[in-house]
């Protein structure tokens, strides 16, 4: 099933997407209490919203080989978190705006999990049950703020830096699908999420060791090699196999 959140008439509401048609829910997917009511619109009537409200959102680094050996450092023993601002999420069709031309500021495809009920200290073998779904992300990553700082938040945070959506899929085998991101039209990353060091299993179990997942919060789960700089009037389009695409454009 593909959710998605959206305004219509100054109002955020809650959807569900199919057969290229959204019918209203009554209420928030995440909460677990919404159903379908009798309306419905096309996608093209409404704005299209970050498909969650995130609380919190979690990145993790070099977590596909091939993208550790392109920025030149080892492979990670267990998955390398960072935390990342709420506050730099978009959805699909916002702009992208960098706040300097004077940094490399590079485009990330990456397989994002949404989070469904409240996760503390999860096993291997339950924590997909603890996940509401999938959607596509983009971590814009200003390098020379990375590089200077020696961690990630600063450089991963500034407004716009993190696209998401524009659905939820909850139906998918999160380990083995296919993520790619086109520049402009030429494709730039390709890979499969088969390739993640560490599985979507293996990121939960880890995080929650740590810290407590609630609902709707958002990890993002590493990107395959080929990142490469963004420039003013790109557009940027990340398409994850069973969920859908995600297209943004830095703004001019």
């Known amino acids: 099933m593909k959710y998605l959140r959206y305004k219509k008439d100054g109002d955020v509401c809650f959807g569900v997407l199919e057969?290229?048609?959204?019918?209203?829910?009554?209420?928030?997917?995440?909460?677990?209490?919404?159903?379908?009511?009798?309306?419905?619109?096309?996608?093209?009537?409404?704005?299209?919203?970050?498909?969650?409200?995130a609380g919190q959102?979690?990145?993790?680094?070099?977590?596909?080989?091939?993208?550790?050996?392109?920025?030149?450092?080892?492979?990670p023993d267990e998955p390398m978190m960072f935390m990342v601002s709420p506050s730099s999420v978009i959805g699909e069709g916002e702009e992208?705006?960098?706040?300097?031309?004077?940094?490399?500021?590079?485009?990330?495809?990456?397989?994002a999990i949404v989070i469904g009920k409240e996760a503390k200290d999860l096993s291997r073998e339950n924590a997909l049950s603890y996940v509401f779904g999938y959607t596509c992300g983009n971590d814009v990553s200003d390098r020379h703020l990375q590089k200077k700082d020696g961690q990630y938040t600063r450089a991963k945070s500034y407004a716009t830096f993190k696209p998401l959506?524009?659905?939820?899929e909850t139906e998918l085998n999160p380990n083995d699908v296919g993520i790619s991101l086109t520049l402009n039209g030429e494709t730039k990353q390709e890979?499969?999420?088969?390739?993640?060091?560490?599985t979507v299993e293996d990121v939960l179990?880890?995080?929650?060791?740590?810290?407590?997942?609630?609902p709707g919060d958002v990890i993002l789960t590493g990107t395959p090699s080929g990142v490469g700089p963004l420039s003013p009037g790109d557009q940027v389009e990340v398409e994850i196999e069973g969920i859908g695409k995600l297209t943004n454009h830095v703004q001019k």
């Open 57 to 75: 959102v979690i990145g993790i680094g070099l977590n596909y080989a091939l993208h550790a050996e392109e920025q030149g450092k080892p492979l």
């Open 205 to 214: 179990m880890e995080i929650t060791a740590v810290m407590t997942l609630k």
């Open 191 to 198: 890979s499969r999420t088969s390739d993640l060091i560490h």
């Open 19 to 53: 057969d290229d048609r959204v019918t209203k829910l009554d209420g928030n997917y995440i909460e677990g209490t919404a159903e379908k009511t009798s309306v419905t619109l096309g996608l093209e009537e409404a704005t299209i919203l970050p498909p969650v409200d």
């Open 165 to 168: 959506g524009p659905v939820i």
């Open 96 to 111: 992208i705006v960098l706040p300097t031309l004077d940094h490399r500021i590079d485009y990330e495809a990456e397989l």
